[in-house]
């Protein structure tokens, strides 16, 4: 029996989330509008409580549990602090917003928490099963919170169309998937590993595998030419969803992908590397060429994630320890300035008005010089102008570009992240050189304040001293490959 | 007790004092502000000091070297240090930087927290830039003090400023990225350092070297400038509030000079070598050519921009001549333009704060009405057209005769400068100043007051005393220059 419950010890942050989910769907379902706060609080409490157990029980290597299907080692660890904090921080974001818009309701907490599962699993998984379990978790749980204010018709366009393009996409990874079983005749990524490192006969299907494999991840990284869905996704559904949508699952499909092509598919880089270079190009020039021509912040940034994708899959292709563990470093960065830029659109906005238009920021120096400084410093560190830690995140992953030879992949990376400086200072020119046509007062609830100040100081900080996520990123990556 | 840290004083007073300077708030506080800032900026002075008194001019080491871990993932590292060659920037930059505190003390009265404060954290960036012995270091200097620079221009800046704060920050960010992409190609080169002085000994074949020297070449060339990516400097320049154009003028620009010392000369030796004719072409076309344009500008900041621009292509000069007398010239150039155009900067400063118009046709007679002022004008146009016994003369007189040794027609066409230089400058000095009052407002203009002699009359001193004696200058660069000299004339090819 003991040996039984063994074998459930490193899913205990999962279990735990999954209990805590269902107590909080029925409660919910027990109390009226005025206690609403009880699923926020749980949420929270759920968050820190899984927190607590994957620090208490955090590995110093690799174990395989459940049969093989799951695995706990230091990079899921880590990853799955970075989505506990990520996912709280939304929710404290998304709270004054969702109660102006009526949508403060426990579905949004259950289905955020069910998408952290479907994270955690993603992040933690060593066979493709348990992949593509947690990838469609997290999938079907977004696709619900897009179409959860349901009087709206963009947002329901928008969820039918992440649905959709989110199916074909995982259609395609799922055959992709089948080739590869067909040839390493596995789904643990271990044993594919082991199988495919002498070489294999069946070379032709193996790469025709990998193709559909690459394209199903392109498309939910949502790197070009499989991007279509972001901008209006981004666009389309309320601020706080494309908050949620536009960090935690980001640090989920980096996962994703190191699983699958660092850890299964590891001796075939030469094959999938190829196709990650014209991704990763393609992504970083349309990203940053089409943002320019938005007005809108939304759609701006959403062209602005697709031209990131392509820089953090730049770490990637590398194929490297030091690639990964670059590209690692710089998805968690990500993460934290995209939380920081839509937090901002989420606190300008008020009942009745969403503040996602880029004249919204006009003269907001004026308004208010502190969220105008934090705003400029997200700027800045999305530009990857130091000393800001998006800088970092740049330097990290070109210098494992160049590592692998491919200087030319880095000239082209940093023409590309130029013509993206472009519309970065024009949110900072929007700010500073311009005067306010709205000056109604901003009111922000204090914690949301706190976090955001936080958020766009830590942004500075690790620019200053980028050394601790660096080494963490570094261990992480080195201690489980 | 700081004995061991200066030059990290000398980076982070400014900066503390500016964030000092932010919290002082909204206007409410200005005359709070600006007396943070002063005390910040001449704080910052003082610290500098000691690299003079505590400087050894014997050695062309690293001195004041302080090093510590940064970020070991990448081996980069927190390393400081000056010689010769990059002492003497951080005193001028220090320097200004009060200067520019002052002079903007009364024009500024909108955001005045937030203008010093950009100044004095620039002012600490701009000192990183010269200390840092760490490729990294000096990128994050380098590049972070475009951000400050940047909302300078944008937000205390003329009419078109806009226009003008992006064609600066997207000129100078485009060299800057390749030059970074240069900088990781070398960590790997030099087997994972991204120390300066390790590259100067890391061996490099032609090609990447000719490769590295065009992408540091645009990095460098654009913040000097040298023609043809000078453009962005009239805009900004003129769209730019007068502490912006003074610290454009005598700070910035220097840090693209530099560059030319601390990287390209000594790290790509050989490609500097093959290719110094194009240097020296361009070089001499911003000498000539740049002096033609200045001469037909209507705006007097533009004239002076262009005037920089001829120059700084003096400095470029002299440092692809590959010889002492070319370097030092280069570098008392530098420090020379340094005061020259901070003080022409601020003498039309001065004018426009009374009558609100640069265009030199707006002007005419001033001596009638501020005959103080037209004496100080006198003075830094006569260095500004290289007369003798003006710091303006020594570094075009040492570059001038460095290229006689080299070529001939080089020495030729850079002492055309004289001639063209004496001409634009004068004949506007004579238009703004002497002839009669046409301008009615003209009669109502004031002459200096205490604050603005105060300013011009220490860049004065500093203007005569460099053109009487260098000695003091070129002593504390001599062994510096020299024994980068004998570095850059050894080939590196493996």
């Not at chain 1, 009745?352 to 705003?375: I, T, V, Y």
């Not at chain 2, 600006?34 to 014997?58: E, M, N, S, Y």
């Not at chain 2, 100080?376 to 290289?386: D, I, R």
Request: glycine share 8%; with cysteine; aromatic share 12%.
């Amino acid at each position: 029996m003991s040996d039984f419950l063994h074998h459930f010890a490193p899913a205990l942050p999962e279990i735990f989330v999954l209990a805590m989910v269902s107590l909080i769907l029925v409660i919910d379902a027990a109390v009226d509008d005025s206690k609403r706060y009880l699923a926020y609080a749980l949420s929270l409490i759920t968050l820190a409580g899984a927190a607590f157990l994957t620090v208490r029980d955090f590995s110093t290597m690799p174990v395989l549990a459940l049969g093989g299907l799951f695995i706990d080692d230091p990079l899921s660890d880590v990853l799955k602090l970075f989505l506990y904090l990520t996912v709280a921080v939304v929710l404290v974001y998304s709270r004054d917003y969702l109660t102006e818009r009526g949508l403060y309701k426990g579905e949004f907490f259950v289905l955020a928490l069910f998408a952290q599962l479907g994270m955690m699993v993603m992040v933690s998984a060593s066979h493709f099963l348990t992949l593509y379990l947690g990838l469609e978790l997290l999938s079907l749980s977004l696709y619900a919170m897009v179409a959860l204010q349901r009087d709206s018709s963009v947002a329901t366009e928008a969820a039918m169309k992440y649905f959709v393009l989110g199916a074909l996409a995982s259609g395609m990874l799922l055959y992709g998937m089948s080739m590869v079983y067909g040839v390493t005749g596995s789904l643990a990524l271990g044993d594919m590993a082991i199988a495919l490192q002498d070489g294999t006969d069946l070379h032709v299907p193996l790469v025709f595998g990998i193709v559909f494999i690459v394209a199903g991840l392109a498309f939910k990284l949502g790197a070009v030419p499989f991007h279509m869905w972001v901008p209006d996704v981004y666009h389309g559904a309320p601020t706080a969803m494309t908050l949620f949508i536009g960090s935690a699952p980001k640090i989920a499909a980096f996962a994703f992908v190191v699983r699958i092509l660092g850890q299964g598919l590891e001796s075939q880089v030469a094959e999938w590397r190829d196709m990650l270079v014209i991704l990763a190009v393609l992504s970083m020039a349309v990203g940053n060429l089409a943002a320019i021509a938005q007005t809108n912040l939304k759609r701006m940034l959403a062209y602005s994630t697709i031209s990131h994708m392509g820089f953090m899959l730049l770490g990637i292709l590398a194929g490297t320890q030091n690639g990964y563990g670059s590209a690692m470093f710089y998805v968690l960065v990500y993460a934290l300035m995209s939380l920081g830029s839509f937090g901002m659109i989420l606190l300008l906005s008020r009942a009745g008005f969403e503040s996602d238009q880029l004249e919204d920021f006009k003269g907001l120096n004026r308004r208010s010089p502190w969220l105008a400084f934090l705003m400029l410093l997200l700027m800045f560190s999305m530009a990857g102008v130091p000393p800001t830690v998006g800088f970092y995140a740049k330097l990290a992953v070109l210098q494992a570009v160049v590592e692998i030879g491919y200087v030319w992949l880095a000239v082209a990376a940093v023409l590309f992240s130029l013509v993206g400086a472009f519309y970065y200072l024009r949110i900072v020119k929007l700010m500073y050189f311009d005067t306010p046509h709205d000056t109604t007062p901003i009111t922000t609830s204090p914690d949301t304040r706190i976090i955001l100040s936080a958020n766009g100081l830590a942004v500075l900080a690790l620019g200053i001293l980028p050394q601790p996520l660096m080494a963490v990123c570094v261990h992480a990556i080195s201690a489980s490959f | 007790m700081f004995g061991q840290s200066i030059l990290s004083l000398v980076i982070w007073v400014p900066i503390l004092a500016g964030v000092a300077v932010l919290a002082t708030g909204s206007d409410r506080n200005a005359a709070i502000a600006r007396w943070v800032a002063l005390a910040g900026a001449l704080l910052g002075l003082i610290v500098a000091v000691p690299l003079v008194t505590g400087f050894d001019t014997t050695t062309s080491a690293m001195q004041f070297v302080e090093k510590a871990a940064w970020i070991p993932a990448f081996n980069i590292h927190y390393h400081l240090g000056v010689d010769g060659i990059a002492m003497p920037l951080i005193l001028l930059n220090s320097f200004v930087t009060v200067l520019v505190v002052i002079a903007g003390w009364q024009v500024i009265q909108d955001k005045v927290a937030q203008y010093m404060a950009a100044f004095l954290i620039m002012s600490g960036l701009i000192n990183g830039v010269f200390a840092a012995l760490d490729g990294i270091l000096f990128y994050v200097f380098f590049e972070g003090m475009l951000i400050p620079l940047y909302l300078i221009v944008g937000v205390w800046g003329g009419p078109n400023r806009v226009y003008a704060a992006f064609k600066f920050f997207l000129y100078t960010l485009l060299g800057s990225l390749l030059m970074l992409v240069s900088m990781i190609y070398l960590y790997f080169q030099s087997g994972g350092s991204f120390d300066i002085q390790t590259w100067h000994a890391t061996a490099l074949g032609m090609t990447a070297q000719t490769l590295m020297f065009f992408a540091f070449l645009l990095a460098f060339g654009v913040k000097v400038p040298m023609w043809p990516v000078h453009t962005w400097l009239p805009d900004a320049h003129v769209e730019a509030p007068t502490g912006g154009s003074v610290v454009l003028a005598a700070i910035t620009l220097k840090v693209g000079a530099y560059g030319f010392l601390r990287f390209i000369l000594p790290i790509l030796p050989d490609a500097s070598h093959e290719l110094a004719w194009f240097v020296i072409t361009l070089s001499l076309i911003a000498v000539a050519y740049i002096g033609l344009v200045a001469l037909v500008q209507a705006d007097m900041k533009k004239l002076i921009a262009y005037s920089s621009i001829a120059h700084m292509g003096f400095v470029t000069l002299g440092f692809f001549m590959f010889n002492p007398l070319g370097w030092e010239g280069g570098l008392v150039q530098m420090i020379s333009h340094g005061f020259v155009s901070a003080a022409l900067f601020l003498c039309i400063g001065v004018m426009y704060d009374r009558l609100h118009s640069r265009q030199i046709k707006d002007y005419g007679g001033l001596v009638n009405k501020m005959p103080v002022f037209a004496a100080f004008f006198m003075l830094f146009a006569m260095a500004n057209a290289g007369l003798p016994a003006t710091s303006g003369f020594v570094g075009e007189f040492m570059v001038i005769m460095s290229a006689t040794q080299v070529n001939f027609w080089f020495a030729f066409v850079a002492a055309t400068t004289l001639i063209f230089g004496a001409a634009y400058t004068l004949w506007m000095y004579k238009r703004v100043v002497f002839g009669n009052v046409t301008n009615p407002h003209v009669e109502e203009m004031r002459d200096v007051n205490a604050r603005e002699v105060l300013l011009l009359g220490v860049l004065a001193v500093a203007v005569l005393a460099m053109g009487l004696y260098p000695k003091p200058f070129t002593d504390v660069m001599h062994v510096s220059v020299v024994d980068l000299l004998a570095h850059v004339a050894q080939s590196k090819l493996p």
